[in-house]
């Protein structure tokens, strides 16, 4: 295989398809590998469009870096295990000791609740539920970070009304509003 000249200016051959392939696989952006090439991020743009190969290779390699992304993501979820090796050298460089220890890493669950959030949004979801058995029913929506106490107030004072309700479905999303529907008025 001849050897691939990237110089500034480069005009298209072929060879850049592969070249292209690999710097996306590494998590290069296009603007990234314009600069590789010499090129601008537009020229790497149009390239794409005009050649379809030249597409592929750059949607091959992005999918390669997500899926080793992916893979490392799922390692660290699950918990794995490690050797770690410490050596100790003597003042002219000689191996004086070695010791390995085998280690694990624990499961990460944040991240197993991410990627099942992510990965499979249809049968995974983020949110909290509060059910509360009483004679009416309220349906409180909590958008942003909620945290259990805070959860834990808002049905406190709610049940502290003279007249008892429901709380069903709080739900934590990203924005902070608070929306309730079925919230029994004075002349119920």
């Known amino acids: ?15 850049h398809i592969e070249v292209a392939k690999k710097l996306k696989e590494a998590g290069f952006s296009n603007a990234d590998i314009g ?21 592929r290779a750059i949607k091959d390699g992005k999918e390669a870096a997500i899926g080793h992304i992916v893979a490392k993501a799922f390692r660290a979820a699950s918990g794995y295990e490690y050797e770690e090796v410490n050596e100790k050298y003597d003042k002219d460089g000689n191996l004086k000791s070695k010791s390995v220890f085998k280690k694990h890493q624990a499961s990460n669950p944040k991240l197993i609740m991410w990627l099942l959030c992510n990965l499979d949004p ?12 009483q004679d009416k029913q309220i349906t409180v929506k909590l958008d942003g970070k909620v945290a259990s106490k ?35 008025g004075k002349n119920d």
């Open 1 to 15: 295989m001849e050897k691939l000249s990237i110089h500034k200016g480069a005009k298209f051959n072929f060879t």
């Open 35 to 55: 600069w590789a090439f010499g090129l601008s991020k537009s020229t790497i743009q149009s390239w794409i469009k005009k050649y379809p190969q030249f597409d």
């Open 122 to 133: 249809d049968s995974w979801k983020s949110e909290h539920k509060i059910l509360v058995e």
């Open 150 to 184: 805070q959860i834990e107030a808002l049905a406190g004072k709610l049940l502290d009304e003279p007249r008892r309700k429901i709380i069903e479905n709080v739900e934590v999303t990203d924005n902070d509003k608070i929306i309730t529907r079925g919230l029994p």
